[in-house]
């Protein structure tokens, strides 16, 4: 998986307005101290530039006068997942003068990255749980830590690990002490984008999704008691908990609202297709006479053009990925009727018949609506990356990209509720590679994401 380490991050000194790249609301007031002013004036030219946060002037500033920071950060962001500067375990001392800094309790604004930025009136940030770099670095800590678990072995890692495109190499989840639901684990990342999580829709955000794994008995094997007892042990998590959340604030609801925090900040880079995407206007409209003009005429829109030559370039769709776009895209193969948007989904449940041969079949959504139409219904995930997380559907039933597309090609499996946008599609051997090579180019940069560095 290729890492993104670069990252641009800025400090603005705001007023007391949260400007997140989708629009500003009033900062809520967290219990640093920092943001209670609301009273400054419009964006101070003097606090912006490109400084690293540590070294930004306009640290020193806001303490003086109380004004709200915003730390601005360019996504995908190793900045933000990278962990507490140091080497080796954790320790106290440096959670201690991390906690102290109040730039990383300043909010953080962002930008998406290219493609997905389309999405930004779809992300979903709850307004008691804005989020801040330690916040961010708790969650974490917290997603590595197998302490949360029953026998001290698993953690949410160890079902959505970076290493393995944030899921599991696995038909099915993998908890503790090997039990296995019927389920195959999903990504876990660009998960901003969605209200509904599971693959059935149960969990209305992040932060009521995060704290089923730990009392699930063959997940974490837990409960929340016992969780919170746990984490409650480590003198570095009090700290944490104590600074970010308030005093006596160490409980399962502050715990998934870190871990929530930590999986919104979880989004990938452009992809190959993100840069054809930028590129193809210009290729379907212009010729070589139409860009020596714009040129001539338009020269912002030359560098425009430019821009997007140079990234098309640097990020190459192969010729098959080219034409299984347009595949994808056409109303004869119809893959956008679901996967649709700047994260591949339209966020609802469909039935394409997968595990409806089974003699008791997983019937989806429809166990939380109770509404006949969702019978073997099942959440459309997002298919960025999706070369990289293995096997596939909700039951893990589909090994390779490759047996995805020969389902879709047969029409899926025939069944009293299969979707009517599932019909048998008259497919070549070369269009079904294009499909496949496509969604290959859907792989974008990650973020850098510290896996060891977890409290002593
Ligand atoms: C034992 C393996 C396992 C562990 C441990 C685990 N998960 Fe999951 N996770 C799954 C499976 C399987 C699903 C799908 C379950 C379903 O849809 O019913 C899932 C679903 C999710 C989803 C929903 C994704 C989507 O597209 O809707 C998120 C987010 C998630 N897990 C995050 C976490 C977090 C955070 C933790 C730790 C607190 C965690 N998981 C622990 C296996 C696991
Ligand atoms: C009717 C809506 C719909 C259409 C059309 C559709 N999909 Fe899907 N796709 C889904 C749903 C829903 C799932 C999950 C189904 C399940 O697990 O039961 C899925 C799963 C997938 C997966 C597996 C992802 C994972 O993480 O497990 C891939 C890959 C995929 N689709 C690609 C495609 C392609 C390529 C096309 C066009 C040929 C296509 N889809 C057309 C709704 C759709």
Redesign the pocket.
């Known amino acids: 998986m290729r890492r993104h380490m670069l990252s641009v991050s800025r400090v603005l000194v705001a007023s007391g307005l949260l400007c997140l790249s989708f629009g500003c609301q009033p900062a809520a007031a967290e219990k640093t101290g920092l943001s209670n002013s609301t009273s400054v004036g419009g964006l101070e030219g003097s606090g912006e530039g490109q400084a690293s946060i540590s070294e930004t002037g306009a640290e020193g500033d806001a303490i003086v006068d109380e004004r709200v920071l915003v730390v601005q950060v360019q996504l995908p962001s190793s900045e933000l997942t990278a962990g507490i500067p140091g080497d080796g375990p954790l320790t106290t001392a440096q959670i201690q003068s991390w906690i102290d800094d109040p730039v990383n309790h300043a909010p953080v604004s962002f930008e998406l990255p290219l493609g997905l930025n389309k999405g930004t009136g779809q992300v979903h940030i709850p307004e008691d749980n804005l989020l801040t770099k330690a916040k961010i670095e708790l969650g974490r800590q917290l997603y590595f830590d197998t302490r949360m678990s029953g026998d001290g072995t698993i953690a949410c890692a160890s079902c959505h690990h970076p290493d393995f495109g944030y899921a599991r190499p696995d038909q099915f989840g993998v908890g503790i002490k090997g039990q296995t639901g019927n389920r195959?684990s999903?990504v876990s990342y660009n998960r901003l984008f969605s209200r509904a999580q599971f693959w059935d829709g149960r969990a209305d955000s992040l932060e009521t999704q995060a704290k089923g794994p730990i009392q699930s008995p063959i997940e974490h094997g837990s409960n929340h008691e016992d969780a919170v007892r746990a984490i409650a042990g480590v003198e570095g998590y009090q700290i944490q908990f104590e600074k970010i959340f308030g005093s006596g604030s160490l409980n399962i609801d502050n715990i998934a609202r870190a871990i929530a925090s930590f999986e919104r900040v979880i989004v990938t880079g452009a992809s190959g297709f993100d840069y054809y995407e930028q590129l193809k206007p210009f290729l379907d409209d212009f010729n070589e006479e139409d860009l020596a003009e714009l040129k001539e005429e338009d020269p912002e829109a030359y560098a425009k053009y430019e821009v997007a030559k140079a990234g098309a370039e640097e990020h190459p769709m192969s010729d098959s990925a080219i034409r299984g776009h347009a595949l994808?895209f056409s109303e004869k193969?119809?893959?956008t009727?679901?996967?649709v948007g700047a994260n591949f989904t339209d966020e609802k449940y469909?039935n394409?018949g997968?595990g409806m041969d089974q003699e008791k079949p997983d019937l989806g959504r429809f166990s939380e609506t109770n509404d006949d139409k969702d019978r073997g219904a099942?959440?459309?995930?997002t298919?960025r990356n999706?070369a990289l997380?293995a096997p596939?559907?909700?039951d893990g039933s589909q090994k390779t990209?490759e047996e995805?597309?020969e389902w879709?090609a047969k029409g899926g499996h025939p069944n009293s509720h299969l979707?009517d946008?599932?019909k048998k599609i008259d497919l070549t051997a070369e269009d079904k590679q294009d499909?496949v090579d496509f969604?290959h180019a859907l792989t974008g940069d990650f973020p850098y994401v510290e896996q060891q560095r977890i409290p002593e």
Do not use: D, E
């Open positions: 195959n999903p994808f193969v119809g893959c009727a679901c996967h469909h394409l997968i099942f959440k459309t995930p298919i999706v997380s596939y559907m909700h990209l995805v597309v879709y979707s946008k599932i499909l969604m």
